[in-house]
Structures are given as structure tokens and as C-alpha cells.
């Protein structure tokens, strides 16, 4: 294997990348876990806030609220 200019041996580029994507995953994840702990902590969930119930949900037939246009 050939050495770079400190000595070391030089490592293919799969391997450099093969660190590099395993370094950005491990700080990814490290991440999400802590995003998940501040979810679980504030008590919100993952769809965050609140639902509003109060509106009707519109029907595809056309008859329903919610439906927009005059088709007599």
C-alpha cells in the first residue's frame, strides 16, 4: 500500500467514504434522538399541534360542505 506525505498509509476512496457515511449516520441519528426526547419531553406528537374537529370533511359526491361551485 503507497504512503502519503506523513507516513500514513493512504486509504482507497471506498474506505474514506465508507467513514464518511458512517460518521454522518451515527451524527444523524444522534440527532432524531434527541429531536424524539424534546417530542416526548414537550408531550406534543410527531404531527405536532392540534386537530380541528370542529370542520366538516368534505364528501366526493358533491352534495357535502366544503365543496366549491354551483352545479345545477
Not at 503507497?2 to 465508507?18: F, I, L, T, V
Amino acid at each position: 500500500m503507497a504512503e502519503n506525505d506523513a507516513g500514513h498509509p493512504r486509504k482507497s476512496a471506498g474506505q474514506s467514504r465508507d467513514q464518511r457515511l458512517r460518521a454522518a449516520l451515527k451524527a444523524n441519528m444522534a440527532r432524531r434522538k434527541a429531536q424524539a426526547r424534546a417530542r416526548a419531553e414537550s408531550g406534543s406528537a410527531i404531527g405536532g399541534g392540534t386537530t380541528d374537529d370542529s370542520a366538516e370533511p368534505r364528501r366526493g359526491d358533491g352534495t357535502g360542505t366544503g365543496h366549491a361551485g354551483n352545479h345545477d
